[in-house]
């Protein structure tokens, strides 16, 4: 296979161009020039969630077999090589990689971590991941359920990090808040609610190809987390932050002017309204299509992001997922075939507060619940407009913030609880048409997957759940097609199929795009080599001018 050789970073370095002129900016963390503070929003329960907010510190910790460049081009890291023959992947590992608990990286390390993956979370199944094999101290077969061209591209995601071996045999618990790797950086310490401090692993020597290679140059890293997008800007402003992460969107502007910045919109799917296809008005694909018609999602998302954030038409697809299927023109804002869709569907009179009713009496209204760790201020506001819009045609739409406490109890994923479900996932593959929209098995409970993001459990519900599914297909077609997608052979004609899927999805209104889930970063000009890829920033070349 054809590996670029370089190692490509986001242009965020700042050349010796810039010279004093950015003196306002040295404040107290530029005075720290071995120390990076960076400002982060939200705070995981634990560095195994399956979640990108927990990626994004674990990168400084664990290495991963293959590395991404910002260019999205492959590179080796822990594995020197890899090939692929159908149902199985071979990946060749280097022989110098210790862990920082001493223990040499070896394939039977390997597979034990991909044995852990499985364990850990529903989602890696419906990746089609299914068993390792160790076939010599440093050569590994990966197993896959059916043929997965996108296998060692997931792979770069520190969510398929590697953790030491004996590591593994600890507590999840203590796993997650202290996860041992072979990484450029050691976790030193949690302070709960404030940070997360990490030191060089001066023992480093195995950089991606083509970086330094050796130990990182910061000496510590300090991941604080702000959850207010105003005060990070703040500490910026006032030269008390090197970094920050999603800036408000009011200011994007301005700071790309002022500092270093670099946006990467996440794989996967980006932030999409699910429309529950199972219980209530949306299962009428007339009042689904007519939602989409009045919707005006795409002058929402410009309107309260400001260019911060791109408006994203395709509800199943994110614009860095392989096979992409542009969908922006979709659905174009129309209330008048909008109330034409609802009157046909048989709401044809409005109540005197303006909502449509049927001949029932029946009002035509709709639940929105918004995670508070899935959907930001901002995307909060941006659910409010929403709000407003559809009502012009008739829609009653009731946005809900859940609270932490229902989150863990599973609220609002029953069919009966939710209409709309607003949200993304993140994975560098089109094998995310698979996680959410396999049909749910024998066992069709959704309320354990957020109970198991706070909690020390692991996926062991029997009988298939899918609690990703939120669109409650049980459309078994369309999941054999996803496979089918995966199993051919000619790119052009794989791309040509999962193309045919996101159309699919587009054309039953099961799933809206809103708006990309961006990762927006601001630093100083003094900062150089920040990389940053679809699924991280990462700090192992940042130095300070």
Same mark, same amino acid.
């Given at each position: 296979?054809?590996?670029?050789?370089?190692?490509?970073?986001?242009?965020?370095?700042?050349?010796?161009? *810039?010279?004093?002129?950015?003196?306002?900016?040295?404040?107290?963390?530029?005075?720290?020039?071995?120390?990076?503070?960076?400002?982060?929003?939200?705070?995981?329960? &634990?560095?195994?969630?399956?979640?990108?907010?927990?990626?994004?510190?674990?990168? #400084?910790?664990?290495? &991963?077999?293959?590395?991404?460049?910002?260019?999205?081009?492959?590179?080796?890291?822990?594995?020197?090589?890899?090939?692929?023959?159908?149902?199985? =992947?071979? %990946?060749?590992?280097? @022989? @110098?990689?210790?862990?920082?608990?001493?223990?040499?990286?070896?394939?039977?390390?390997?597979?034990?971590?991909?044995?852990?993956?499985?364990?850990?979370?529903?989602?890696?199944?419906? &990746?089609?991941?299914?068993?390792?094999?160790?076939? +010599?101290?440093?050569?590994? !077969?990966?197993?896959?359920?059916?043929?997965?061209?996108?296998?060692? @591209?997931?792979?770069?995601?520190?969510?398929?990090?590697?953790?030491?071996?004996?590591?593994?045999?600890?507590?999840?618990?203590?796993?997650?808040?202290?996860?041992?790797? &072979?990484?450029?950086?050691?976790?030193?310490?949690?302070?709960?609610?404030?940070?997360?401090?990490? !030191?060089?692993?001066?023992?480093?020597?195995?950089?991606?190809? $083509?970086?330094?290679? $050796?130990?990182?140059?910061?000496?510590?890293?300090?991941?604080?987390?702000?959850?207010?997008?105003?005060?990070? =800007?703040?500490?910026?402003?006032?030269?008390?932050?090197?970094?920050?992460?999603?800036?408000?969107?009011?200011? =994007?502007?301005?700071?790309?002017?002022?500092?270093?910045?670099?946006?990467?919109?996440?794989?996967?799917?980006?932030?999409?309204?699910?429309?529950?296809?199972?219980? $209530?008005?949306?299962? +009428?694909?007339?009042?689904?299509?007519?939602?989409?018609?009045?919707? #005006?999602?795409?002058?929402?998302?410009?309107?309260?992001?400001?260019?911060?954030?791109?408006?994203?038409?395709?509800?199943?697809?994110?614009?860095?997922?392989?096979?992409?299927?542009?969908?922006?023109?979709?659905?174009?804002?129309?209330?008048?075939?909008?109330?034409?869709?609802? !009157?046909?569907?048989?709401?044809?009179?409005?109540?005197?507060? $303006?909502?449509?009713?049927?001949?029932?009496?029946?009002?035509?209204?709709?639940?929105?619940?918004?995670?508070?760790?899935?959907?930001?201020?901002?995307?909060?506001?941006?659910?409010?407009?929403?709000?407003?819009?559809?009502?012009?045609?008739?829609?009653?739409?009731?946005?809900?913030?859940?609270?932490?406490?229902?989150?863990?109890?599973?609220?609002?994923?029953?069919?009966?609880?939710?209409?709309?479900?607003?949200?993304?996932?993140?994975?560098?593959?089109?094998?995310?048409?698979?996680?959410?929209?396999?049909?749910?098995?024998?066992?069709?409970?959704?309320?354990?997957?957020?109970?198991?993001?706070?909690?020390?459990?692991?996926?062991?519900?029997?009988?298939?759940?899918?609690?990703?599914?939120?669109?409650?297909?049980?459309?078994?077609?369309?999941?054999?097609?996803?496979?089918?997608?995966?199993?051919?052979? +000619?790119?052009?004609?794989?791309?040509?199929? *999962?193309?045919?899927?996101?159309?699919?999805?587009?054309?039953?209104?099961?799933?809206?795009?809103?708006?990309?889930?961006?990762?927006?970063?601001?630093?100083?000009?003094?900062?150089?080599?920040?990389?940053?890829?679809?699924?991280?920033?990462? %700090?192992?070349?940042?130095?300070?001018?």
């Amino acid at each position: 296979m054809h590996v670029s050789r370089r190692f490509a970073t986001v242009a965020l370095a700042a050349a010796a161009l *810039f010279g004093p002129t950015w003196a306002a900016a040295q404040g107290a963390a530029h005075k720290q020039q071995d120390t990076l503070i960076y400002l982060h929003s939200i705070e995981p329960q &634990s560095l195994f969630q399956w979640w990108t907010q927990a990626t994004y510190p674990k990168r #400084n910790v664990l290495d &991963s077999l293959v590395y991404l460049d910002g260019d999205n081009k492959l590179h080796p890291w822990l594995a020197t090589s890899w090939s692929h023959n159908g149902n199985v =992947w071979t %990946f060749k590992l280097r @022989d @110098d990689v210790v862990f920082t608990d001493g223990t040499p990286l070896d394939a039977a390390t390997v597979a034990k971590n991909f044995d852990f993956w499985i364990k850990l979370s529903t989602s890696v199944p419906d &990746s089609f991941f299914k068993e390792a094999k160790v076939v +010599d101290a440093h050569t590994v !077969e990966l197993h896959t359920s059916v043929p997965q061209p996108y296998l060692a @591209d997931m792979l770069s995601s520190a969510l398929f990090g590697i953790n030491s071996s004996p590591s593994l045999d600890r507590d999840l618990k203590e796993i997650g808040e202290k996860p041992i790797g &072979s990484g450029p950086f050691t976790l030193k310490e949690w302070k709960r609610g404030e940070e997360i401090v990490f !030191e060089r692993n001066d023992a480093y020597q195995w950089g991606p190809e $083509g970086s330094h290679g $050796g130990p990182a140059y910061l000496r510590t890293v300090r991941w604080k987390f702000v959850p207010d997008a105003n005060a990070r =800007w703040l500490a910026l402003e006032k030269g008390e932050a090197d970094l920050i992460y999603e800036p408000p969107s009011v200011k =994007w502007k301005e700071a790309q002017g002022k500092y270093l910045t670099s946006q990467q919109l996440a794989p996967g799917r980006g932030q999409s309204l699910s429309l529950n296809v199972e219980a $209530g008005p949306f299962t +009428d694909k007339r009042v689904r299509q007519a939602f989409a018609y009045a919707s #005006n999602r795409k002058q929402i998302a410009e309107s309260v992001f400001r260019g911060a954030v791109p408006y994203e038409g395709n509800g199943a697809y994110s614009k860095t997922t392989q096979e992409y299927l542009n969908l922006d023109g979709a659905y174009p804002h129309d209330p008048a075939k909008a109330i034409a869709l609802l !009157e046909a569907a048989g709401y044809q009179q409005l109540n005197a507060e $303006g909502y449509r009713v049927n001949d029932a009496g029946e009002v035509l209204e709709i639940v929105l619940p918004l995670l508070p760790t899935v959907v930001n201020q901002e995307g909060t506001i941006a659910a409010q407009a929403l709000q407003a819009e559809v009502k012009k045609v008739g829609f009653k739409l009731n946005t809900v913030v859940l609270t932490q406490t229902e989150l863990a109890a599973g609220r609002y994923t029953k069919a009966d609880e939710y209409d709309l479900y607003q949200g993304y996932w993140t994975l560098y593959a089109p094998t995310v048409l698979s996680i959410n929209y396999r049909p749910a098995g024998e066992n069709t409970s959704t309320a354990t997957i957020y109970g198991r993001q706070q909690l020390n459990q692991y996926a062991s519900d029997s009988g298939s759940p899918n609690a990703h599914n939120r669109v409650r297909s049980k459309d078994w077609q369309f999941q054999d097609a996803i496979v089918a997608a995966h199993a051919t052979t +000619d790119p052009a004609e794989r791309s040509k199929q *999962f193309q045919a899927l996101q159309q699919q999805v587009s054309d039953e209104a099961w799933a809206l795009g809103f708006y990309g889930s961006a990762y927006n970063l601001a630093g100083q000009k003094y900062l150089q080599g920040l990389a940053h890829n679809t699924d991280t920033p990462v %700090f192992y070349a940042v130095k300070k001018q």
